[in-house]
């Protein structure tokens, strides 16, 4: 059978069980722990802790899942077995408050036996056993189940049926919520197929592991006890390249001599057929026990190709799924697979663009199930040779790095492995792979105490503030705000008051109309009247545990003997409109940018104002002007055609199809569709304007990137627009008064300047580089290392950065210290050698050290760093008393 008949003969099975058959949910999860959707269950969580109503009792499916990092994470054992991928389909049934244990383990043993005849002699069925210690009690109604089925195939239960612990055989959501025991099928795919059941779960690919049966039962509470659930649920994954692989490896069952392998499959061989084309070498199916073991050319070259060939799957969905490659979360571990696959790539001596090309397969092959595939091919193609391009740039520097320190040394230090993650972008584990075929090791201890060190770095800056509530917290407000006839002069009454700081309190009421700050939406302002007419000025809204708190710039002492007494509230109406004006814009926008870049595009954060917005999402590259223009245009127009926008509250499951619902909101079972007619459709909470027309117009400010694979768009509306826009106006006008230049000229007069300003600057340079030798102030030799600094220059930026490059690329000293003053700032560059980085001194480092007496900061590479002084006569005065000697040898300064 071909993988797409095994995929639709599994949803023809259970569609004609009743099921309903519905799409794969996207690799990004709507669970924010999660770095990527990795089991069939994930999208039915919801259903599973009561969140939500399912419109149907039974479900059925194949969910697109990757397991690349967190708790769940094969990307180790990728390609050094073959069975394990970074991408999989898993095919499932769920029965969501319907059918229990008796129908899923019978209808599991119906499709592999009677529909895809499967030999059941091969057939083992796991059930739970708890050991000692361990949850719940013995499985026995699921095992009285198997035990019927394998009496009547005249086998012995005793051999087919085997028990398991916690650890196979016990399925937990968290440390606490729904779980149940688990049921697993293995299949015995050796020759004679006579293991009688002893290589179940012992981790060989001759005894596989096809099919689970979830059974939540139990709702695990906090204090380690376990009660009965008042729904039971049915939850079952099978491994679909498994199934594809076995059918594929035996000839469709008739044949059980080959080593079994997923990669045999038609979801792996076309890919592995154009290595093959590419790199001249023939994939031989070699294994290695693990990346530890390989031994020999042939074996490493195998791994490359299973390597590849899973790692282009996972970018194709990924990046076709909206998840771009990135330096935080999954959109790191979207890059470490790109760089692996690179990296591998250079063991076949692959072509570049090889992974944008190989995309193009997979597209091909999976685009009639996987309609998005195609949709976005585009884009992952771009994406890939970005990627690609980018790395190569550093890769070949740190290349050279690893065979220097690898050929000098018997071991790689953590301080080395860490600036080759660092600074050139190779993960841990590639470092550990190259060491190996080496013969040396790695410190991998010192290299996450490194780690360590930049993670405490990257928290230092948070804060997270939280409102100390009292135990018998008030009941959840109800909120009444989005009718504006309640936002003034509405009638509530003062539940709890909460003090922040001797001036300032929170106020709690029963119901309010005031919005709270979230969504990316700021808090409302405004005026709480007390009943003895006591004014206080509401300057922010805040929202937590369902509760929203009205921070009042008044003491909890003197609000708190209004609690449960009547109070007025009234919320600034003039400010509310200029933010629901603004937050309406941001839905535009981002339908604006899907219309012109792409549906990958997906909002990555937001927030809104009452005097601007900012918008923040997904894509590759930086937005040509053109396409600015091209957006903002697009925006007016619908502002100008002046649409209805509605609003609609309705269950979560009966949502419009073509509605946006974004990653990171936890959704209820009711939600609000926010609909602007023939434009946009959200999921949103928020606050908006009745009519486009009521925005004027939209203007553009700034786009910026904010991270690798996000960008972000300044903007605001109505009045504010024209405040910017008129600002602009005016200081036109004064340049064109200051140049005495017509506008049609004023670019033209500012090119001829800039030219003239570089000819100024370049015969500067050439006088300065004359007395090149007179611009040393120091020189010392520190670890066979020859040290220069330069004398204090007064000059630009620009200049001292471009003289300083010029001494160290023509006199070759290792380590080049600078300083310039200008402008009553002061500036340092420091640029390193290669021997110097090999020694251990980088310029991001060093750079940081020369600031730190000054207060000041700075940062770069490896080998070249730059930073600022605010005041230059601190950079005099420290210079004064500074040597290179003394700074090396580590004394105070």
Known sequence: MKSSEIRQSFLNFFENKGHRIVDSSSLLPETPNLLFTNAGMNPLVPYFLGERCPQYKRVADTQKCIRAGGKHNDLEEVGFDTYHHTFFEMLGNWSLGDYFKEEAILWAWELLTQVWHFPKERLYATVYRPAVGEPASFDEEAY?????????????????ILTGSKKDNFWMMGDTGPCGPCSEIHMDLTPQGDTQGRWVNQGDARCMEIWNLVFMQYNALPNGTFELLKSRFVDTGMGFERVAGIFSSTQNLKNFSQTPSNYNSDLFTPLLRQLEQWSGYKYG?????????????????????????????????????GILPGNEGRHYVLRRIIRRAILFGQKLNL??????????????????????????????????????????VTLQKGLNLFEKWSSDNAYLSGDQAFLLYDTYGFPLDLTQLMAREKGITVDTAQFNVRMQEQKGRSKAALRKTTIALQENDSPKTHFVGYDISNCTAYESVVNDCVPEDANVSYVITASTPFYAEKGGQVGDGGQIIFQDGTVGEVVNTRYQNQIILHQVLLPHSTIIKYKHTPVTLSVDVERRKHISHHHTATHILHWALRKILGEHVKQAGSWVQADQLRFDFSHFEKLSETTIADVERLCCEKILENLPISTLEVPFDQKPKDCLAFFGDKYGDTVRVVQILNCSKELCGGTHATRTGDLGLLKIKQESAVAAGVRRIEATVGVHAIQYINTYITCVQQL????????QKLQERFQLLQQQKAEVEKRYQQALQKTSSQLVAETVTHNT?????????????????????????????????????????????????EKAIQKGFTASTLIQRLLQPLGANGGGKADFASGGVKRSIDLERYLQIFSLEKFFNGSKI
């Not at 992952?380 to 190569?392: A, D, G, H, R």
């Open 144 to 160: 009285v189940l198997w035990e019927k089925i394998f009496l009547a195939e005249g086998m012995d239960p005793g051999v087919h």
């Open 285 to 321: 199916g070699r294994i290695a026990a693990n990346s530890q073991t390989i031994v020999d050319a042939d074996t490493l070259r195998d791994c490359s190709f299973r390597i590849i060939a899973d790692h282009v799957r996972t970018l194709t969905f990924a990046i076709a799924d």
């Open 351 to 392: 072509p570049n663009g090889f992974l944008a090309d190989l995309s193009r397969i997979v597209v091909q092959h999976m685009h009639t199930f996987f309609r998005e595939l195609m949709q976005q091919s585009e884009i992952v193609k771009t994406v890939l040779n970005n990627e690609e391009q980018s790395f190569k």
């Open 736 to 743: 064109e008064k200051m140049m005495d230049c017509p506008l």
């Open 785 to 833: 290392l020859c040290c220069v600094r330069l004398a204090l220059q007064s000059v630009d930026t620009h200049t001292l950065k471009n003289l300083s490059k010029q001494y160290f690329n023509e006199q070759k000293p290792d380590i080049l210290c600078s300083f310039g003053e200008q402008t009553q700032k002061g500036f340092v560059f420091v640029f390193c050698s």
